[in-house]
């Protein structure tokens, strides 16, 4: 197939409620929708998810749209593209940069399934209709709110709650969840906010059978994970430092964690992602999928993507109506007794509300044939 057309629209959605990490505060979500056009007339979407600030990794929304413009898509408009796992091979010759490359790979992936009429997850094993679901919560310091908010996660359905935690902001507030929720499945994710110096402080987290804690350590760090993996019981889980296959085999081999946060955008896109699963599953570690406050597009994607029966830890991916009022979509995604089903249509299964791309974007071509 070849790439006659692609167009973005560049949409801010304003969040429920501000989100707080260990890093900063956020309030407006930003991303692009990709629509890659081929020469038939089929659309592929995809999204563009990096944050504005370089705090979680550093990639950043400007600078995807550069690497984008000025290195993939030359790739892209010049190469007729016989399968989707044909891009990540051609994007090598551009270091880094995964979230760039994940908006245009996944989007392909989306419009490969629509030319054959098939629905995305049609290219995975072993998929079933719904998946549990789980959420993130923000940090939340006064803690009879924080409470309150994970008590109504819990009334909607969620599975399985993750706490952001920071220094100064860990033994409390998990002290006031597990009295009042003792048999949640609970876990909790710092961004890597704490120091080796750490370790005895974080040894007292097992005192909460937690499912795992999610990157304690530096974005770059395999070395103190290892340590700290050795002194604890509770599982540790890595994010923000995989971003490819190699990472998660160079984790393995060292011990510094026992599961793995995949997120599609984090390692470039689905054929690297499918990698990921495959040996997880020979190693033994539990890989779930994760989230980067993905609008309807992205979150289609991660349902496709999570419906492969390996994903049983339910993941960060919760209805449209948990972060935001409006979506992109003109069906919204929706929990259901703690699950979310898996959008049945051929590509990702759903449809783009050009109303609320408008609305809440700016359209632009970026290239035509
Ligand atoms: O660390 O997993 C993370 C959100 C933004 C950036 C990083 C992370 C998160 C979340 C929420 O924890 C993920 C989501 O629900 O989309
Ligand atoms: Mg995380």
């Known amino acids: 197939m070849k790439i006659h057309r692609i167009d973005r629209y560049c949409v801010r959605l304003p969040l429920r409620t501000p989100f707080e990490t260990s890093y900063g505060r956020l309030t407006e979500k930003a991303f692009d929708i990709i629509i ?17 600030q370089p705090d979680y990794i550093e ?23 016989c399968h989707p796992n044909d891009v990540s091979a051609l994007f090598e010759v551009v270091k880094g940069n995964q979230m760039a490359k994940s908006s245009l790979e996944t989007a392909i992936w989306d419009l490969y399934a629509k030319r054959n009429k098939k629905s995305l997850k049609a290219y995975f094993k072993e998929t079933r209709a719904q998946i549990p679901v789980g959420v993130s919560v923000g940090i939340q310091t006064d803690l009879s709110k924080l409470t309150d908010l994970v008590n109504g996660y819990i009334d909607q359905g969620y599975q399985r709650v993750k706490l952001k935690i920071r220094p100064g902001y860990d033994l409390e507030p998990l002290e006031a969840i597990r009295h009042k929720f003792p048999e949640l499945p609970l876990m909790v994710d710092a961004n890597s906010a704490y120091t080796i110096a750490d370790i005895p402080h974080l040894k007292q987290l097992d005192a909460y059978n937690l499912a795992m804690i999610e990157q304690p350590f530096a974005a770059n760090d395999f070395l103190e994970h290892a340590q700290l993996q050795r002194e604890i019981k509770t599982s540790i889980c890595l994010d923000e430092n995989i971003r490819s296959l190699k990472d998660c085999e160079l984790a393995f081999s060292l011990g510094s964690c026992r599961s793995i946060n995949l997120k599609i955008p984090r390692v470039g896109g689905i054929s690297e992602a499918l990698k990921i699963i495959d040996f997880c599953k020979e190693k033994d570690l539990l890989v779930w ?7 309807g597009v992205g979150r289609a994607l991660n349902l496709q993507f999570a419906s492969q029966n390996i994903f049983t830890f339910p993941g960060d991916i919760s209805a449209s109506d948990r972060y935001y009022y409006e979506d992109i979509l003109t069906e919204p995604i929706k929990i259901q007794n703690g699950e979310i089903q898996v959008p049945d249509g051929i590509g990702i299964g759903v449809t783009l509300s050009e109303e609320m791309l408008l609305k809440y974007g700016i359209y632009e071509p970026i290239f035509v044939k």
């Open 59 to 81: 990639e950043t929304i400007d600078t995807a749209r550069i690497i984008s413009q000025k290195h993939l898509i030359p790739l892209l408009i010049h190469t007729n593209i």
């Open 36 to 52: 890659v056009t081929d020469e038939l007339g089929n659309q592929g979407f995809g999204e563009l998810v990096p944050f504005e």
């Open 289 to 295: 999928l994760g989230g980067m406050f993905e609008s």
